[in-house]
C-alpha cells in the first residue's frame, strides 16, 4: 500500500509540472509573438532574413559545440542521485572545454567560414559567448526538473523569454545597425542570465570529477545527430534559400515558419499531457482503451490544424504586414507538415518505451537528408515556396520510417490505422488545394464560418470528455 501511494505522490507531481510547462510555454511565448510585427516592420526584409539566417546556424552550433550534455542529468539522477549536482557542473565544464575549442576553431577561420555560413565574423564572438552560457542556463533548469522544481523552471524560462523580447525590441528601436540591434537583443540577456546559472552551478557543485565525462558522453553522443537532424530539417530550408535565392525569401519563409512553430508548441504540450498515460497504458496492456483514446487525441489535433489553414492569411497580416503576404502560399504544406510530425512523434514514444534510441536518430537523419537533397533542386527552380513541400516531405518519410519500426516491434496496430492514413492522405491532396482557397476570401470567409459553429458546438457538448481524456493518467 505504501508503495502506491507514493506512486501516486510521484503521478501528481508530474501531472503538476506537465500542467505547470503547458500553462507557462504559452503564456510566455506569446510575449515573443507579440513583438514579431515589430521586428517584421522595422527590420528590412534582407535584415530579417538575415537574422533568421545567424539565428539557423546558432541552433545547429548550439549542438555540436555543447554536445547537448545537459541532456544526460536526467539519467544521470537515477545513478548518482547523492552526487548529482556534482555531476552537473562537471558536464557543464567538458561542454565549455569543447564550446571554446569550437570558438578558436572559428575565430582562426574566420573568414572562410564567414563566407560558407553567411555570417559576418563579428557575430562569432556572440555567438559563441551565448553556446557558452545558454549551456549554463539549461544545465541548471535541467536540473531544476530533475528535482520537479517545475515552478523555477517555469520562472527561469519565461524570465529568458521575456528579457530576450524586451531588449530586443528595445535596441531594434534605439539602434541605427538593426541587424547588430536584433542579434545582440537575443543573445545578450541569455548571456547574463547564464553567467548567474554557471556561478551558482559552481556553488553547488563544488567538485569536477572526470569520471563523469566518460558517462556523459556515452548517454549524450548518439542523441547528438538526432537533435541536429531535427534542426537541420526545420532551420535547414531557411539556410538554403538564402544561399539560392536571397534574404528578401527567407524572411517571408521565415514569418510563415513562426506561425508553424506555434503549431509545435502546441504539437510539444499536448504530448507531454498524453505520453505518460500512454506509456503506463502500455505496460499495463490496455490496448483497447490505447486505441479509442489515441484516436480522439489525433483528430482534436487534425481539428486544431484546419482551424489553422482557414486563418492562416490573417495570421501573416498580423506578424508581417502586407509586404509579408506572398508567405501564405508555403504555410499549407509548413501546417500539413506539422500533422506529420504529430503523427510519427505518437509512434515515437513506443520507441522509447522499447529504449530503441539509436533507431530514433537513424530516422531522423534519414529525413533531414533527403530534406537537404530535395531543397537543393527544388528551390532553384520552384522558389522559397518548394522549401514548404520538401519540409512536409521530410516529416512523411520520419511517419513512414516510424510506423515501420513500431510494426516491426509488434505494435503495427496499437493505433486506428483506418483513421489516421485516411487523414493523412486527404491531407496531402488538400495541401495545394489551400493556396487557391486563398484566392477568395469569400468561399474561405463562409467554411471557415461553419468550422467555428461546428468547433463551439462540439466544445460545449464533448469538451469536459476531451480535456478528461486528455489528463488521464
Not at 546556424?57 to 554536445?67: P, S
Request: contains cysteine.
Amino acid at each position: 500500500m505504501g508503495r502506491n501511494n507514493n506512486e501516486t505522490v510521484q503521478t501528481g507531481v508530474v501531472l503538476k509540472s506537465g500542467i505547470w510547462y503547458t500553462i507557462s510555454n504559452f503564456a510566455f511565448r506569446a510575449i515573443a509573438f507579440i513583438t514579431t510585427p515589430v521586428f517584421s516592420r522595422v527590420l528590412s526584409q534582407a535584415e530579417y532574413g538575415e537574422y533568421n539566417n545567424i539565428n539557423s546556424w546558432v541552433a545547429i552550433l548550439v549542438v555540436l559545440a555543447a554536445c547537448d550534455l545537459h541532456s544526460s542529468i536526467i539519467r544521470a539522477k537515477l545513478d548518482f542521485e547523492e552526487d548529482l549536482e556534482s555531476y552537473s557542473f562537471s558536464v557543464l565544464t567538458l561542454s565549455s572545454i569543447i564550446t571554446i575549442a569550437f570558438y578558436l576553431l572559428f575565430i582562426l577561420n574566420g573568414e572562410i567560414l564567414g563566407h560558407w555560413l553567411g555570417i559576418e565574423k563579428k557575430y562569432f564572438h556572440i555567438i559563441f559567448l551565448y553556446i557558452l552560457f545558454n549551456e549554463a542556463f539549461y544545465t541548471f533548469i535541467t536540473l531544476e526538473r530533475a528535482h520537479y522544481r517545475y515552478k523555477a523552471f517555469s520562472l527561469l524560462t519565461g524570465i529568458s523569454i521575456v528579457t530576450t523580447s524586451l531588449f530586443s525590441v528595445i535596441l531594434v528601436l534605439v539602434l541605427n545597425n538593426k541587424l547588430d540591434a536584433r542579434v545582440y537583443g537575443q543573445y545578450i540577456p541569455i548571456i547574463i542570465i547564464g553567467i548567474c546559472m554557471y556561478l551558482l552551478i559552481i556553488c553547488r557543485g563544488k567538485v569536477v570529477r572526470i569520471k563523469y565525462y566518460k558517462y556523459a558522453i556515452a548517454l549524450s553522443l548518439p542523441l547528438v545527430p538526432h537533435q541536429l537532424s531535427l534542426i537541420l530539417l526545420s532551420s535547414s530550408d531557411r539556410i538554403m534559400i538564402t544561399k539560392l535565392s536571397g534574404a528578401e525569401y527567407t524572411a517571408l519563409y521565415s514569418i510563415a515558419h513562426i506561425i508553424m512553430s506555434i503549431i509545435a508548441i502546441l504539437l510539444d504540450s499536448m504530448n507531454k499531457a498524453w505520453a505518460p498515460w500512454l506509456l503506463d497504458s502500455l505496460k499495463a496492456k490496455h490496448f483497447k482503451e490505447i486505441k479509442k483514446t489515441t484516436t480522439i487525441y489525433f483528430l482534436l489535433f487534425v481539428i486544431l490544424i484546419i482551424g489553422v489553414l482557414f486563418f492562416a492569411p490573417e495570421a501573416v497580416m498580423i506578424l508581417g504586414g502586407r509586404k509579408y503576404i506572398k508567405a501564405i502560399y508555403v504555410l499549407p504544406p509548413l501546417i500539413i507538415g506539422c500533422l506529420f510530425q504529430f503523427t510519427y512523434t505518437m509512434y515515437v514514444q513506443l520507441e522509447f518505451y522499447e529504449k530503441k534510441m539509436k533507431t530514433v536518430a537513424v530516422g531522423t537523419a534519414i529525413a533531414a537528408v533527403i530534406n537537404i537533397i530535395l531543397n537543393y533542386f527544388l528551390i532553384p527552380i520552384f522558389g522559397y515556396v518548394a522549401a514548404g513541400y520538401t519540409t512536409m516531405m521530410g516529416y512523411l518519410i520520419l511517419f513512414v520510417i516510424h510506423y515501420i519500426t513500431i510494426s516491426r516491434y509488434g505494435y503495427k496496430n496499437i493505433f486506428d490505422r483506418k483513421v489516421i492514413f485516411l487523414i493523412l492522405l486527404i491531407a496531402i491532396i488538400i495541401t495545394p488545394l489551400c493556396s487557391i482557397l486563398y484566392f477568395n476570401n469569400s468561399v474561405r470567409y463562409i467554411l471557415g464560418g461553419i468550422y467555428f459553429l461546428l468547433i463551439l458546438g462540439g466544445a460545449i457538448r464533448y469538451g469536459k470528455k476531451i480535456i478528461g481524456l486528455l489528463r488521464k493518467e
